[in-house]
């Protein structure tokens, strides 16, 4: 069983920065890519970023380059998503992922989900 709780979502304005947490575990660490998807109203649940593991690698949609950056903390259960200059297109649930292949946390859909936090990027 792999256990994500995602935190830190909230109401920004444009051009602010938020950041996101999801808290796991260290085994899930260790066998696990580990990333984030996001789903806006009306719209399918789309890829964001992900890790490898043991962060041997890291991926990035093309709306996420330059703006998001995912990090770990050094217990290595947290994954990070830090978010700047954000858009009011960027508004939408934001999920953490975990995948035991790299094929399925970068294209989807992954074998595990964390329960979602809203992201509100307001004009």
């Known amino acids: 069983q792999v256990q994500l709780v995602e935190s830190g979502g909230g109401l920004v304005q444009a051009g602010g920065s938020l950041r996101l947490s999801c808290v796991t575990s260290?085994?899930?660490?260790?066998?696990?890519?580990m990333g984030w998807y996001r789903q806006a109203p009306g719209r399918e649940r789309e890829f964001v970023a992900a890790?490898?593991?043991?962060?041997?690698?890291?991926w990035y949609a093309e709306f996420a380059k330059g703006r998001f950056t995912l990090s770990r903390d050094d217990a290595k259960i947290t994954l990070f998503l830090q978010m700047n200059n954000l858009k009011p297109e960027d508004t939408a649930v934001y999920y953490c992922?975990?995948?035991?292949?790299?094929?399925?946390?970068?294209?989807?859909?992954?074998?595990?989900w964390g329960q979602g936090t809203q992201v509100t990027v307001s004009s």
């Open positions: 890790a490898g593991k043991n962060d041997v690698a890291t």
């Open positions: 992922a975990a995948d035991q292949t790299e094929l399925r946390i970068r294209a989807g859909p992954p074998d595990w």
């Open positions: 260290e085994r899930t660490y260790s066998r696990y890519h």
